[in-house]
């Protein structure tokens, strides 16, 4: 199945500043998309670890199954001042 990411704050400039058409397994969980990111973008895996999947301004647990066809928002962890 297909999902589209979107990718915020460091993570654009790690992977991309444009939506990504993203292949995954049926049953895939938000885990286990974010450890497919972190094999195919190693630059990017540190910041992986820490960030959050978001669906419809709503988080999504780690344990989350993804429904194909819907986007999902990669948030890094930021700080600010």
Do not use: W
Request: include cysteine.
């Amino acid at each position: 199945m297909q999902i589209t990411l979107i990718f915020y704050a460091a993570l654009e400039e790690a992977i991309s500043g444009e939506p990504m058409l993203l292949e995954v397994a049926e049953g895939s969980t938000a885990e286990q998309v974010i450890e497919q990111l972190s094999q195919r973008f190693p630059q990017a895996a540190p910041i992986l670890k820490a960030t959050r999947l978001a669906h419809e301004d709503e988080y999504v647990g780690k344990q989350t199954v993804l429904n194909g066809g819907a986007e999902y928002c990669l948030i890094p962890p930021v700080s600010g001042g």
